[in-house]
Structures are given as structure tokens and as C-alpha cells.
């Protein structure tokens, strides 16, 4: 099995940068110098954790917010370099691995991965995605737009649909499951992937997904997990 996110790299520490900035450039974000600062500090913050077989057991910079992310069941964290605010009305969270890996999510979704044998380059809704709490109510359909590598496959379109499920008891959640967790299944209707699933924490102080699970091929399947796990919804 190939270990995607804990590599190791032989090179300097401005080989690194290099390398991170260039995954940067691939997404589209030249020019973002606090960005690319932001990304360096990450990179230099998970670095160390490549030794160890469960990283997220490791001390945590609490000026850092983590993801803890399995790849084929293979854990390993990642650390938040910013909140792409490109689009207001839809933020795109952009997490780093001390690899030079980037993951990006929108409302919980993987809206782009680089770095990895199977690459969504970049992942769209044009007629965005349903909220969370209508998704509870009933279910709903909607589509994706993915550009995928390798083999240049752009603009491929996704009929999804996603609906409220019970606790999964077969998931990759690290901890006891909390009680005030709801849960999601989105299934794409070509069956070419397994389902993607979610959770996502409802309470007083609002909506957050705290989880997902999404293969983005046959052989590369991925979960993440806010981490440390009891940490309080933050936008």
C-alpha cells in the first residue's frame, strides 16, 4: 500500500517552501504572499510528526488548527493554512500536509486534493449545494464538476444526491462519537465511487462538519476529522 501523506522528503527547508508554493500555483494562487507565509508556518508545524504511525497522538501547537486525515486507513495530520474567502458565500478551507499535499474543503465537501496519485484539481456545484439542515429534512439531488488527474479529465459532471442516514458504526472517527452529531450519505448515481459520507455537528452555536469520508478513486479513499475532537465550532 502507498503511504500518500507520509512520505518523506529529502530536501532543505527552501526546497520545501518551493515545493509547497508550487502545489499553491497549481490551485490557482499566485500572488497570495500572507497565504504562502501561512502555508510555510504549516508545513514547518507538521514536519515532525512524519515519524510516528498515528502523528495525531502527537503535542499540538495550539496556535494551529489540525485535520486529522486517513488515507487508505493510514492517519496522518494536516494543519489549516487559510480560508480561501474568494467567494464569500461559500469559503474554502485550505489544509496542508507536512508533505506539501493540499486539501481543500467547502462546507465539509472536498472541493480540490493535489499532490496525490488520483488529483481533484478542482471541484465545482454550479447550482451549489444543499445546506445541512435541509439535507436533514429530506433528501436532496444536486451535481458536481470535477477536473481529475491523471489523464486530463476535465469537466466531468456528477448527479449526486445526499440524505440524512443513522450513526454509521463502520467509520475511520477517531473517539467516542458525540450524541449531538447528525450524519450524511451522498451517493453519486453513476455508482462509478462509493458514497461520501459526513457528520456534521447542529447546536446553539451554529453548523459545522466535523467529518467526511470521500473515495476519489477506486484504490485512494480519504477521511478527515476535525482534531483535536472537542474542539468548539469555529467559522
Known amino acids: 500500500m502507498r503511504a500518500l501523506f507520509v512520505k518523506r522528503l529529502a530536501f532543505s527547508k527552501s526546497a520545501a517552501l518551493a515545493c509547497v508554493l508550487g502545489v499553491v500555483s497549481m490551485l490557482g494562487l499566485q500572488g497570495c504572499a500572507p497565504h504562502q507565509s501561512a502555508a ?110 491523471p489523464g486530463y479529465r476535465l469537466g466531468t459532471v456528477q448527479s449526486l444526491q445526499i440524505e440524512a442516514v443513522p450513526t454509521p458504526r463502520d467509520t475511520a472517527w477517531a473517539g467516542p462519537v458525540p450524541a449531538d452529531l447528525r450524519w450524511f450519505r451522498e451517493s453519486v448515481s453513476s455508482g462509478a465511487l462509493p458514497p461520501a459520507r459526513y457528520a456534521v455537528r447542529m447546536g446553539p452555536q451554529g453548523v459545522e462538519p466535523v467529518y467526511g469520508e470521500q473515495c476519489v478513486a477506486a484504490d485512494l479513499c480519504l477521511t478527515w476529522q476535525t482534531w483535536p475532537p472537542h474542539q468548539e465550532p469555529r467559522s
Open 40 to 149: 510555510f508556518d504549516a508545513w514547518r508545524q507538521l514536519s515532525p510528526f512524519g515519524a510516528k504511525a498515528d502523528p495525531s497522538q502527537g503535542p499540538l501547537n495550539p496556535k494551529y488548527r489540525y485535520l486529522r486525515v486517513t488515507v487508505n486507513a493510514q492517519p496522518v495530520l494536516m494543519v489549516l493554512g487559510y480560508v480561501d474567502m474568494a467567494d464569500s458565500q461559500a469559503p474554502v478551507q485550505v489544509w496542508y500536509s507536512g508533505a506539501g499535499e493540499v486539501l481543500r474543503l467547502r462546507h465539509g465537501r472536498l472541493a480540490g486534493l493535489v499532490g496525490s496519485p488520483t488529483e481533484w484539481r478542482d471541484v465545482r456545484w454550479p447550482q451549489g449545494t444543499p445546506g445541512w439542515g435541509a439535507a436533514l429534512q429530506q433528501p436532496s439531488s444536486y451535481e458536481r464538476v470535477l477536473d481529475q488527474m
